[in-house]
């Protein structure tokens, strides 16, 4: 483990905000919330260059980064590391192991499947591909669809069957959560955990991100005292005591304010104090320097493998007509 001095600086590096939400992407979300639940001061920074990296959200002091990517991500990684552990005492409470592994395994897998397979692509493409030109974003939404589909077990002959089942362990989990929390402000002991970031964090990308004809959202609107849990914390921890390096979140594309990101992404931005970077970033921008070309490589392949078979699959035929404008 590295050593990481008190006094140093923490910066979270996210995919972009959207949605009203201090950044869109589930993964990177449960980590802020985490953080801000711990009330650790840190810089958050956006990074869209790789969008489908798995490094990120990743956390870094001086010579210390803790990726996705790595000891069971960067909440693992913050605790093992002896920085910051919301979780003390819970690790071997029957009923917070439970709380856990619904909303990893059957909430995650509702949403996952809301945003790359139940609806038409809108939100996942504000959340990964904001800054890449149509044809690369939608070629990586294809293939992020099928990958989606293969993971989630969906198949042509089985699609009506998962959907259903997707659905209804989702309901079950809302109804466990719902019950479990009552009126409480946090899960566990009136105070909050790492279970408490990551429901939180589904429930906001739910509210905010899946349209409003989403199934999984009218789910989760059944029950009240989630939502009210949710927006209450939203309240007290995302909006209220954003430190000046956090940049406004947009919410809506239609804003009066021109897409150009914050001011500190613009092309001059302020002189600031230059840093060495750490081996993961280097590597990361090594590896992005390669990354539009690559894609460049990957629509002409699709184009032609398009040309040369014939895609008989409804739910790719559907796809294929995903309007991203």
């Given at each position: 483990?590295?050593?990481?001095?008190?006094?140093?600086?923490?910066?979270?590096?996210?995919?972009?905000?959207?949605?009203?939400?201090?950044?869109?992407?589930?993964?990177?979300?449960?980590?802020?919330?985490?953080?801000?639940?711990?009330?650790?001061?840190?810089?958050?920074?956006?990074?869209?260059?790789y969008?489908?990296?798995?490094?990120?959200p990743y956390v870094e002091s001086g010579t210390y980064v803790a990726c996705n990517n790595e000891n069971g991500g960067v909440i693992e990684c913050l605790k093992k590391d002896g920085i910051v552990d919301l979780d003390n005492g819970y690790q071997s409470v029957p009923e917070w192991i439970s709380m856990k592994a619904l909303i990893s395994s059957w909430l995650e897998e509702a949403l996952i499947y809301e945003l790359w397979v139940g609806s038409?692509?809108?939100?996942?493409?504000?959340?990964?591909?904001?800054?890449?030109?149509?044809?690369?974003?939608?070629?990586?939404?294809l293939q992020q669809v099928r990958t989606v589909k293969?993971?989630?077990?969906?198949?042509?002959?089985?699609?009506?069957?998962?959907?259903?089942?997707?659905?209804?362990?989702?309901?079950?989990?809302?109804?466990?959560?719902?019950?479990?929390?009552?009126?409480?402000?946090?899960?566990?002991?009136?105070?909050p955990s790492s279970v408490d970031a990551i429901l939180l964090a589904h429930v906001l990308v739910t509210l905010h991100a899946l349209p409003e004809t989403s199934l999984l959202k009218s789910k989760l609107l059944e029950h009240g005292n989630?939502?009210?849990?949710?927006?209450?914390?939203?309240?007290e921890f995302v909006e209220a005591g954003s430190s000046s390096s956090i940049p406004p979140f947009p919410s809506d594309?239609?804003?009066?304010?021109?897409?150009?990101?914050?001011?500190?992404?613009?092309?001059?931005?302020?002189?600031?104090?230059?840093?060495?970077?750490?081996?993961?970033?280097?590597?990361?921008?090594?590896?992005?320097?390669?990354?539009?070309?690559?894609?460049?490589?990957?629509?002409?392949?699709f184009l032609s493998v398009m040309n040369i078979y014939d895609i008989s699959e409804p739910e790719l035929d559907n796809e294929g007509d995903i309007d991203f404008d």
């Open positions: 483990m590295e050593q990481v001095n008190e006094r140093e600086d923490f910066t979270l590096v996210t995919r972009k905000p959207y949605f009203g939400l201090p950044t869109a992407c589930p993964i990177c979300l449960p980590v802020y919330i985490y953080l801000k639940f711990a009330r650790l001061p840190f810089h958050l920074a956006f990074n869209s260059t969008p489908d990296s798995d490094i990120i038409d692509g809108n939100s996942v493409r504000k959340i990964y591909y904001p800054d890449l030109a149509w044809p690369i974003g939608k070629v990586l939404f293969q993971q989630l077990g969906i198949t042509k002959e089985n699609s009506d069957r998962r959907e259903e089942e997707i659905y209804n362990r989702a309901s079950i989990a809302y109804r466990a959560l719902s019950t479990r929390l009552g009126e409480e402000s946090f899960l566990f002991e009136n105070r989630l939502v009210r849990y949710a927006e209450k914390l939203k309240t594309p239609s804003s009066s304010t021109p897409r150009k990101g914050p001011s500190h992404w613009s092309s001059k931005p302020k002189p600031k104090p230059k840093r060495e970077k750490t081996e993961e970033e280097k590597t990361f921008r090594r590896r992005a320097k390669y990354f539009l070309a690559t894609q460049l490589v990957a629509i002409v392949l």
